[in-house]
């Protein structure tokens, strides 16, 4: 496996970007948020990367972090999610973003994306649900939503609990703090 390349961009045409590393040109494909998080210029850049092998080809796929090639890795796991939907998503969305959106169990926000529909999104928040608490880092949100499932995560609750304990729950002038006292409050009753 390919773990990371460093060299200098020789070519940035969105998807793709090739790469000279050591006077080898690497073609890679990025998801936009790589694309943004690139220096302008002709500097050295690191990229993490994902080989992919078939019958018939070989892509590269690169990332500007760890946190985006640990998602895109679970995301072309899921049943009927390919790399470039997967790409797709990573465009669209950040890593915090996403992890909001399956822990919160938001279909719409999904369903914005390019390529996903109902059935995809649904598939999504089912199957990553149990994935994002292995392979990616949960969402700090500059939103009191996003703070409270961050909260609740910290507190011990895995990632379907926390959906099911925000799922009615709206921001509406309140802060994080707030919200995980009234969850707390109405998950311990319902203990009794």
Known sequence: MIGFLRGRIVLRRPPVLVLDVGGVGYEIEAPLSTFSALPDGAGEVMLYTHLAIRDDSQYLYGFANEEERRLFRALIRTSGVGAKLALAILSGLSVAEFS???????????????????????????EMADRLE?????????????EAASALS?????????????????????????????VLKRSLRGKR
């Not at 880092?137 to 996003?146: A, F, I, Y």
């Not at 959906?163 to 707030?178: H, K, P, Q, V, Y």
């Open 100 to 126: 909001q959106a399956v822990m919160t169990r938001d279909v719409a926000t999904l369903k914005r994306l390019p390529g996903i529909g109902q059935k995809t999104a649904e598939r999504l928040l089912v």
């Open 134 to 146: 292995a392979s990616v880092t949960l969402p700090v949100g500059s939103d009191p939503l996003g």
């Open 154 to 182: 910290a507190l011990g609750y895995k990632p379907r609990e926390v959906s099911a304990m925000l799922n009615n729950e709206t921001a509406e002038g309140r802060s994080s703090e707030e919200i995980v006292r009234a």
